[in-house]
C-alpha cells in the first residue's frame, strides 16, 4: 500500500480510508424531535381521550439549532421544530397534525392534546445512530456517498486517506495514429491510450503520464526510461516475440528485473511484468482487447492493493448462454453480457472473440474465466465471471 494523506472530505469520493476512523462524538450529538409539534411529558397525557382534550400551557419554542431555555413542567409544553433539542422535563413528542390550538389563559397560549401517547414518542436519542468512540468506518473502505455523509456527521472533515498510486501509461508502435491525425497507409489508431487511463482511474490510480513512441530501439529506451518514474508503469505493445518488439530490451537496460514473461492466457500471453526499486512495471500487449482484459485481471488489483482496499470483488457464479469452443492449455477471459434469468446469472459472449475486435469490449460486463485446463464449454455449464461494470464506466 501507498504512503497517506489528509483529503478534504469534499474531495474524497472514490479515495481509500487509511484507519479506522472513530466518533469522538454521539450521532445524534443530543436527544431531540423527530416531528414538527410539542414537547410534552408523557405522564400528562394520562387522561387525555378524543373526547376529554389535556391543554396544556405553552412556555417556549425549541427550533432547529436554536434550543429553548425553558423547562417543561407538569400541565406545560414547548412548541418544537423536527431536529431542534428536546427541552429539559420533556419526554415525548406530540406531533402537531395530533393537537389543536387551545383557548388560551392569562398565563398564555395553550395547546390541547387528544390522545395519549407511549414515553418518548417521537423522542430521537443522543447517540442512537452511532455512539461516542464507536468504530465506523474501517481502514480499507472506499469512501462513497454514504461514507462521505457518516464521516462529515462524525466531524471527521479530512480523512486519512491512502495516496493514489502513480500511473504512467506508454504505447508502443511506428504504426499508432492519434484519434484526430490524417489517416495514412498502414496506420493503426491508437485507441489504447485511451482505454488504459480510464482502467487505471476507476481503479484508484492517478494517471500522471500517457505517451506514444515508435519501434526504434533508441526512442524506445529513452521513453521508457522517462515513463519508470511512476509508482507503475504500463507499457503497451511490443513485448511480443516480433523482430520490432523491443519493449523487454529496453526495460531491462532500464535495470528493470524480470518476474514472469508469458501468461497461460487468452487473450494475453505475452504479458510481461517487473519491478525496478519497489515499483511495478507492467508490459502489455498491444491488441486493443488484450491490453484492457491483461489490465482488468493484472494491473487493476496490484492498484487497488496499493490503494489499500480491503475488499476484493468476488466472482459470480453464472452459467454460460451459449457453446464456446476451447482447447485445454490456456485459461480464457471471454468477455460477456450479464443477464439475470430465472433466479440465475447467464453470461452470454459479446460475440467473436479475437483479441482486436475492440467492440465487443462494448457493453460487456464480465469476464467469464474459463480455466487453463478446461476444453470446450457447453451452453447451460457453470462459468466463474469477474464483473467488470463498474472498472469501465464511470457511471457504475
Ligand atoms: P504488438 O503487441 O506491438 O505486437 O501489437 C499487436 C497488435 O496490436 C498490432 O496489430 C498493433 O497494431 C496493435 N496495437 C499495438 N498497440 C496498439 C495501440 N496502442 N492501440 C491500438 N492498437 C495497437
Ligand atoms: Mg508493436
Same mark, same amino acid.
Given at each position: 500500500?501507498?504512503?497517506?494523506?489528509?483529503?478534504?472530505?469534499?474531495?474524497?469520493?472514490?479515495?481509500?480510508?487509511?484507519?479506522?476512523?472513530?466518533?469522538?462524538?454521539?450521532?445524534?450529538?443530543?436527544?431531540?424531535?423527530?416531528?414538527?409539534?410539542?414537547?410534552?411529558? *408523557?405522564?400528562?397525557?394520562?387522561?387525555?381521550?378524543?373526547?376529554?382534550?389535556? !391543554? &396544556?400551557?405553552?412556555?417556549?419554542?425549541?427550533?432547529?439549532?436554536?434550543?429553548?431555555?425553558?423547562?417543561v413542567g407538569g400541565g406545560e409544553a414547548v412548541a418544537i421544530s423536527t431536529g431542534a433539542v428536546l427541552?429539559?422535563?420533556?419526554?415525548?413528542?406530540?406531533?402537531?397534525? !395530533?393537537?389543536?390550538?387551545?383557548?388560551?389563559?392569562?398565563?398564555?397560549?395553550?395547546?390541547?392534546?387528544?390522545?395519549?401517547?407511549?414515553?418518548?414518542?417521537?423522542?430521537?436519542?443522543?447517540?442512537?445512530?452511532?455512539?461516542?468512540?464507536? %468504530?465506523?468506518?474501517?481502514?480499507?473502505?472506499?469512501?462513497?456517498?454514504?461514507? &462521505?455523509?457518516?464521516?462529515?456527521?462524525?466531524?471527521?472533515?479530512?480523512?486519512?486517506?491512502?495516496?493514489?498510486?502513480?500511473?504512467?501509461?506508454?504505447?508502443?508502435?511506428?504504426?499508432?495514429?492519434?484519434?484526430?491525425?490524417?489517416?495514412?497507409?498502414?496506420?493503426?489508431?491508437?485507441?489504447?491510450?485511451?482505454?488504459?487511463?480510464?482502467?487505471?482511474?476507476?481503479?484508484?490510480?492517478?494517471?500522471?503520464?500517457?505517451?506514444?513512441?515508435?519501434?526504434?530501439?533508441? !526512442?524506445?529506451?529513452?521513453?521508457?526510461?522517462? *515513463?519508470?518514474?511512476?509508482d507503475l508503469t504500463v507499457i503497451c505493445g511490443g513485448v511480443s516475440v516480433g523482430e520490432h518488439d523491443?519493449?523487454?530490451?529496453?526495460?531491462?537496460?532500464?535495470?528493470?528485473?524480470?518476474?514472469? !514473461?508469458?501468461?497461460?492466457?487468452?487473450?494475453?500471453?505475452?504479458?510481461?511484468?517487473?519491478?525496478?526499486?519497489?515499483?511495478?512495471?507492467?508490459?502489455?500487449?498491444?491488441?486493443?482487447?488484450?491490453?484492457?482484459?491483461?489490465?482488468?485481471?493484472?494491473?487493476?488489483?496490484?492498484?487497488?492493493?496499493?490503494?489499500?482496499?480491503? *475488499?476484493?470483488?468476488?466472482?459470480?457464479?453464472?452459467?454460460?448462454?451459449?457453446?464456446?469452443?476451447?482447447?485445454?492449455?490456456?485459461?480464457?477471459?471471454?468477455?460477456?453480457?450479464?443477464?439475470?434469468?430465472?433466479?440465475?446469472?447467464?453470461?452470454?459472449?459479446?460475440?467473436?472473440?479475437?483479441?482486436?475486435?475492440?467492440?465487443?469490449?462494448?457493453?460487456?460486463?464480465?469476464?467469464?474465466?474459463?480455466?487453463?485446463?478446461?476444453?470446450?464449454?457447453?451452453?447451460?455449464?457453470?462459468?466463474?465471471?469477474?464483473?467488470?461494470?463498474?472498472?469501465? %464506466?464511470?457511471?457504475?
Amino acid at each position: 500500500p501507498s504512503a497517506t494523506e489528509p483529503v478534504e472530505l469534499a474531495q474524497a469520493f472514490g479515495r481509500v480510508l487509511a484507519s479506522e476512523v472513530v466518533s469522538p462524538a454521539p450521532v445524534p450529538p443530543f436527544t431531540g424531535s423527530a416531528m414538527d409539534g410539542y414537547a410534552v411529558r *408523557a405522564e400528562d397525557l394520562r387522561v387525555a381521550a378524543p373526547r376529554s382534550p389535556v !391543554s &396544556l400551557q405553552l412556555v417556549g419554542e425549541s427550533r432547529a439549532g436554536h434550543p429553548c431555555s425553558a423547562v417543561v413542567g407538569g400541565g406545560e409544553a414547548v412548541a418544537i421544530s423536527t431536529g431542534a433539542v428536546l427541552p429539559r422535563g420533556a419526554d415525548t413528542v406530540v406531533p402537531v397534525e !395530533s393537537t389543536r390550538a387551545g383557548q388560551g389563559t392569562a398565563m398564555g397560549e395553550t395547546v390541547e392534546v387528544a390522545e395519549r401517547l407511549v414515553r418518548g414518542t417521537f423522542v430521537r436519542a443522543a447517540g442512537g445512530d452511532i455512539d461516542a468512540g464507536a %468504530s465506523v468506518l474501517s481502514g480499507g473502505t472506499k469512501l462513497g456517498a454514504a461514507e &462521505l455523509g457518516v464521516l462529515a456527521s462524525v466531524g471527521c472533515g479530512l480523512p486519512v486517506c491512502t495516496r493514489r498510486p502513480r500511473v504512467r501509461i506508454l504505447t508502443t508502435g511506428d504504426e499508432l495514429l492519434a484519434a484526430d491525425e490524417p489517416a495514412r497507409v498502414g496506420g493503426v489508431r491508437d485507441s489504447n491510450r485511451h482505454t488504459l487511463p480510464h482502467l487505471a482511474r476507476s481503479s484508484g490510480a492517478q494517471v500522471t503520464g500517457v505517451d506514444s513512441v515508435g519501434d526504434d530501439p533508441a !526512442s524506445l529506451k529513452a521513453a521508457v526510461a522517462g *515513463a519508470l518514474q511512476a509508482d507503475l508503469t504500463v507499457i503497451c505493445g511490443g513485448v511480443s516475440v516480433g523482430e520490432h518488439d523491443h519493449v523487454k530490451d529496453a526495460l531491462r537496460t532500464a535495470g528493470v528485473s524480470e518476474r514472469f !514473461s508469458g501468461i497461460a492466457l487468452k487473450p494475453g500471453k505475452p504479458t510481461w511484468f517487473g519491478t525496478r526499486d519497489g515499483k511495478l512495471v507492467f508490459g502489455l500487449p498491444g491488441n486493443p482487447v488484450s491490453a484492457m482484459v491483461t489490465f482488468i485481471l493484472l494491473v487493476a488489483p496490484a492498484l487497488r492493493n496499493m490503494c489499500g482496499v480491503a *475488499a476484493e470483488e468476488e466472482p459470480l457464479s453464472a452459467v454460460l448462454a451459449e457453446d464456446y469452443e476451447k482447447r485445454p492449455g490456456r485459461a480464457h477471459a471471454v468477455r460477456c453480457r450479464m443477464q439475470r434469468r430465472n433466479g440465475q446469472w447467464w453470461a452470454t459472449p459479446t460475440g467473436a472473440q479475437d483479441s482486436h475486435l475492440l467492440s465487443s469490449m462494448i457493453g460487456a460486463d464480465g469476464l467469464a474465466m474459463v480455466p487453463r485446463s478446461s476444453g470446450s464449454v457447453r451452453a447451460g455449464d457453470p462459468v466463474e465471471v469477474l464483473p467488470i461494470r463498474d472498472l469501465m %464506466s464511470s457511471l457504475g
